[in-house]
């Protein structure tokens, strides 16, 4: 039997590049997709190996093989006979040419016997290496199937395992995919996961928090929508850089909505022993720029509003922008782990049409799934900074950490 391999872009150019070289009567075995090998063939698609069998040679190819198994077997059973016979063994050329009629007979037998025993050796090593060879290439395959097919199921489990911490399936795909394309043929399962780790944490960047103005006061807001615990949140930060960092930092709140969040901030105000002041007007943020002239930071809490109002939108942007030819400006938009993806793409789009910022996630301790952090990283493109785990002022706060993060959506506890 004719048994081949061809390779082509397609199952059928594959098979008919086989019908051109074998004829039209080959019969397919079997079809897989295979990786190309080489420098830089990673980048090209997969290519078809159809395995071709000719089975109209099948019939003469064993006759053959059976034939000269018996032509083999015949001649030896020649030498045996004429061994055992004290004969000579058929053959064209005089006994002479074997050098045996100088010997004596007891020599001469002994040598023959030797050559017989030599012969039959030969011929059983050489018999079992073919019944071998096919076994042993049988089992090759399977090993390489079975690693193929493990390490499948372990790329499988990794896409898994990111969907059930929430992260969005068409970015597990899309890292799925990324990494499967460099994943070496039958490498072990920590080197795909060490690929799948890193690809991960590089898609979450570096975190980048407040930094100082390069001259004269920071003015950093906080906006997002009401409950995510923007107060709380600011206050951390405050503490942070008053009591850490030995900064002067004064706290502004333009949240008129909310009187419980106006003294909510300055109780923290009070224990900061920083100053606190409620602007209503653009014009009471640019006075308080002159008041507060020396200070490092200036922290500006904003009124939390629904994304579909479109006359606080309109203030809030005033706001934001009411700065923008006087001093240095940051813009954070805090929200919570725990919302739904769908309406953070809501909320990320809305605050998007105000101005660029930095994403900050808090109520990390109130669930179990982190998928929503690089969901919206991956979406709005926008830097995290720090992340929130509880309500103790100054302690629940920390800078984001892509390591951590990513153990935890890969499943690992930290």
């Not at 048994?3 to 019908?19: D, P, Q, R």
């Not at 953070?344 to 990390?364: Q, R």
């Amino acid at each position: 039997m004719i048994i081949k391999k061809f390779l082509g872009k397609t199952e059928a150019e594959a098979v008919e590049t086989a019908k051109k070289e074998l004829g039209e009567n080959v019969v397919v075995m079997n079809v897989k997709n295979v990786k190309r090998k080489g420098f830089f063939d990673f980048l090209k698609p997969h290519m078809v190996e159809v395995t071709i069998a000719l089975e109209e040679e099948n019939a003469n190819r064993a006759d053959a093989a059976s034939v000269d198994m018996k032509a083999a077997v015949s001649a030896i059973n020649d030498v045996v006979v004429s061994s055992i016979n004290n004969t000579p063994v058929p053959s064209n050329e005089p006994r002479q040419s074997m050098g045996l009629l100088t010997q004596p007979e007891e020599t001469t037998d002994k040598k023959e016997n030797n050559a017989i025993e030599e012969k039959l050796d030969s011929l059983q090593s050489l018999l079992e290496q073919q019944l071998q060879k096919p076994d042993e290439e049988k089992k090759v395959e399977e090993k390489k199937a079975e690693e193929a097919s493990e390490t499948d199921m372990f790329m499988k489990l990794l896409y898994k395992t990111m969907l059930e911490n929430e992260v969005d399936e068409t970015y597990a795909g899309q890292i799925i995919e990324e990494i499967e394309k460099i994943n070496k043929p039958n490498s072990p399962f920590d080197f795909a996961l060490a690929n799948t780790y890193q690809k991960m944490i590089l898609k979450f960047g570096k975190p980048v928090g407040i930094t100082p103005s390069e001259k004269g006061v920071k003015v950093v807001f906080f906006v997002g929508p009401t409950g995510v615990g923007k107060t709380t949140t600011i206050a951390k930060i405050a503490s942070r850089f008053q009591v850490d960092d030995k900064k002067k930092v004064a706290l502004l709140t333009a949240d008129t909505y909310r009187i419980a969040a106006a003294e909510q901030l300055r109780t923290y105000a009070n224990i900061l022993d920083v100053p606190f002041r409620i602007v209503y007007t653009t014009e009471e943020i640019e006075q308080a720029l002159i008041d507060f002239k020396d200070y490092d930071y200036i922290l500006v809490d904003t009124a939390g509003h629904s994304y579909h109002n479109t006359a606080q939108k309109e203030n809030m942007s005033k706001i934001i922008h009411s700065v923008d030819d006087l001093v240095e400006k940051e813009v954070f938009l805090v929200l919570s782990a725990t919302t739904k993806y769908k309406d953070l793409i809501s909320i990320a789009d809305a605050y998007k049409e105000m101005a660029d910022y930095k994403l900050i996630f808090t109520k990390l301790d109130e669930t179990t799934t982190l998928g929503n952090l690089l969901n919206l990283k991956l979406y709005t493109g926008a830097a995290l900074s720090y992340v929130t785990h509880g309500q103790n002022v100054p302690d629940d706060i920390e800078n984001f950490n892509p390591q951590k993060t990513v153990k935890r959506l890969l499943g690992g506890k930290n």
